[in-house]
Nanobody, 113 residues
Framework: QVQLVESGGGLVQAGGSLRLSCAASRSIFSFNTMDWYRQPPGKQREFVARLTSGGLKIYADSVKGRFTISRYDAKNTVYLQMNSLSPEDTAVYYC???????WGQGTQVTVSS
């Protein structure tokens, strides 16, 4: 069993930045994919970004050019750097590993206008 714990969420003004972290209970090196998803208020969960074991990065069109996914294997951690935030980015952000096999509990991001 793998536990994923997200952190770094909070309240930020539009145009600001946040960095989310997803810490895994064991090595993430063997995971083929590490993903970030988000669920805006009253909406379904949606894909945000993916980092494959081979280093490929995939982003949703809505965040491309503003968000960056990265990993630090020594700390078993995946990051989501979020810049130029807008109120439309307000959501609970979730970390996921191995094509959705494992999920974190989520961290709230609120962007004020």
């Amino acid at each position: 069993q793998v536990q994923l714990v997200e952190s770094g969420g909070g309240l930020v003004q539009a145009g600001g930045s946040l960095r989310l972290s997803c810490a895994a209970s064991r090595s993430i090196f063997s995971f083929n994919t590490m993903d970030w998803y988000r669920q805006p208020p009253g909406k379904q969960r949606e894909f945000v970004a993916r980092l494959t074991s081979g280093g490929l990065k995939i982003y949703a069109d809505s965040v491309k050019g503003r968000f960056t996914i990265s990993r630090y294997d020594a700390k078993n951690t995946v990051y989501l750097q979020m810049n130029s935030l807008s109120p439309e980015d307000t959501a609970v952000y979730y970390c996921s590993a191995r094509d959705g096999t494992y999920w974190g509990q989520g961290t709230q991001v609120t962007v004020s206008s």
